[in-house]
């Protein structure tokens, strides 16, 4: 039987199929691993500890800049059609729950972040493999690591989604995720500790960053460190969806 | 209503009122305060700035040199956002077509007041540099040849980014074509300085790495001289492009 909920699931499921998100969840990924290659390529020097120098030079960056305006992006994306025509007024008179909404829209943007650690993980092996001969695979850590990742996307889907929701201007909650994820670098760079994950753009970062030894990491991955980016992006992830509920019952049809 | 044709300077005009509505100001002022809280950041943090006998204008322009590409490429493509998917929401095109300014008058228009926030951030954000390293201590001779070439030809690249962007944001009504190319754009910038010259050349954004006034070479700090003569080619093909592309929008039937 199909619940009100998995229907809007399914409603933004088709909407995606019909956008252009691929463009954003498959080259931003392969952009960024090709590219750290490519300098290492033309630098002339070896990738000194094999997967783990190709992993630190692929991911550290994507985490920091690239990964969180993609999701703002896209979930400026997911909320394109509500702020065109009449769609918002539409919404506004449907039957389905003002969370279940909220919720359908950040589960979508969530799970095209998701998509992306994906393609993120086999450019990174596929590069090792095909253009340094890296031997073996990847460690199995950096698998962990990935579906960290996935989690650690939905406080920012959340808040990324929560912005596109309130605001109808499709580059407005972009320029917001490039302040809240240079924030997040900043802060992660003073090494502050566990303080910085209050902010979404830092848990999805500091997931990034687990196992490197880059901004303050301790170079292993840890459970408590693991634990931390789960307990603080799903505590956000919450916090995010039950606010952007909020707003949303308390909005009116545009006249 | 007399039913007269908008003159150029009107046109004009009526951006410039625009930018108020649209918060260009804003993104604006992200745009210095970006550049120079991160020269600052990679001034203050550099180990040859922690020297006293060591402190010149090379560490804070190495800084800048790094800032730009990081801030410019994904802020230009949303100050274009901004200013011109405001024409496909509100049926700005046809609009303005029925007052006379046809489609490719008013890109141009876009441009020219675009370029004027352009060039007011670039002269603040290099004042400011100035100003702060004078603060932090920097006694040395200005280098002003080198620093005006520098400010000169990122001033150049900037503009022919937007006036790409201007045409990206115009041609395609999603706004995720615009943003999503200046985020891949910001990763060449960064990436740039690593890449060959000649690789450089090939995309507007790998320009930045081409008018970089300084940069480290492993621990090493080196001054580079800007390639002005890369720039201008680039600024005279780019000019001609956009003339060419918006005279075409001219002749097409307004959406």
């Known amino acids: 039987m199909t619940t009100p ?14 956008s252009l998100s691929w463009s954003v969840v498959v080259l931003l990924p392969v952009v960024v691993v090709l590219a ?206 039950a606010l952007a509920t909020r707003y949303l019952e308390r909005r009116d049809v545009h006249t | 209503m007399s039913g007269r044709r908008v003159g150029t300077g009107g046109v004009v005009r009526n951006e410039v009122a625009k930018l108020r509505h649209l918060r260009v100001g804003l993104v604006a002022g992200l745009m210095v305060l970006g550049m120079v809280a991160l020269t600052l950041l990679s001034t203050l943090t550099s180990a040859v700035f922690a020297d006293p006998a060591r402190r010149s204008w090379d560490v804070p322009l190495a800084g800048l040199s790094l800032a730009v590409p990081l801030v410019c490429p994904l802020l230009l493509a949303l100050v274009a956002s901004r200013m011109v998917d405001v024409e496909h929401q509100g049926g700005g095109w046809l609009l303005n077509a029925t007052s006379g300014t046809t489609p490719g008058v008013l890109c141009r228009a876009k441009l020219v007041t675009g370029a004027g926030v352009v060039v007011v951030v670039t002269a603040v954000t290099h004042l400011s540099v100035w100003a702060l390293g004078r603060l932090a201590g920097i006694d040395a001779p200005v280098p002003v040849g080198l620093w005006l070439g520098f400010a000169a030809a990122g001033l150049a690249v900037n503009l022919v980014v937007l006036a790409l962007h201007v045409v990206l ?19 060449v910038a960064v990436f740039g300085s690593g890449f060959p010259a000649w690789s450089a050349h090939l995309t507007p954004w790998g320009y930045y790495s081409l008018v970089a006034a300084a940069g480290y070479e492993g621990q090493d700090l080196v001054r580079t001289s800007p390639s002005c003569f890369s720039v201008l080619v680039l600024t005279v093909t780019a000019a001609a492009l956009f003339g060419l592309v918006t005279s075409r929008f001219d002749r097409q039937e307004t959406r």
């Open chain 1, 5 to 18: 909920f998995s229907a809007a699931l399914g409603a933004e499921l088709t909407k995606l199929r019909r």
């Open chain 2, 169 to 187: 944001s115009a041609t395609v009504d999603n706004q995720l074509v615009a943003l999503g190319t200046g985020l891949l754009g910001t990763v």
């Open chain 1, 36 to 241: 750290g290659s490519f300098t290492t390529v033309v630098s002339g020097q070896q990738l000194a500890d094999g997967w783990h120098t190709l992993w630190l030079r692929s991911v550290v960056f994507y985490g920091l800049l690239p990964l969180p305006l993609g999701l703002g992006i896209l979930a400026s994306l997911a909320w394109r059609p509500e702020h065109r025509g009449g769609s918002w007024n539409a919404l506004m008179s449907s039957p389905v729950p003002s969370l279940y909404v909220v919720l359908a829209k950040t589960l979508v943007v969530a799970l095209l972040g998701a998509v992306m650690q994906l393609v993120l993980l086999v450019t990174v092996v596929l590069t090792g493999k095909l253009l340094f001969g890296l031997a073996g695979m990847l460690p199995g850590r950096y698998l962990v690591i990935t579906v960290l990742l996935v989690v650690a996307v939905l406080p920012v889907a959340g808040v990324q989604s929560a912005l596109s929701m309130a605001v109808r201007s499709f580059a407005t909650p972009v320029a917001v995720a490039l302040v809240g994820a240079g924030t997040a670098a900043v802060l992660l760079a003073a090494e502050l500790g566990g303080v910085v994950l209050v902010l979404p753009w830092a848990v999805t970062a500091r997931a990034t960053q687990l196992a490197t030894g880059t901004f303050g990491d301790s170079g292993e991955l840890t459970a408590g460190g693991a634990a931390a980016v789960v307990v603080a992006g799903a505590l956000l992830t919450l916090l995010a969806v």
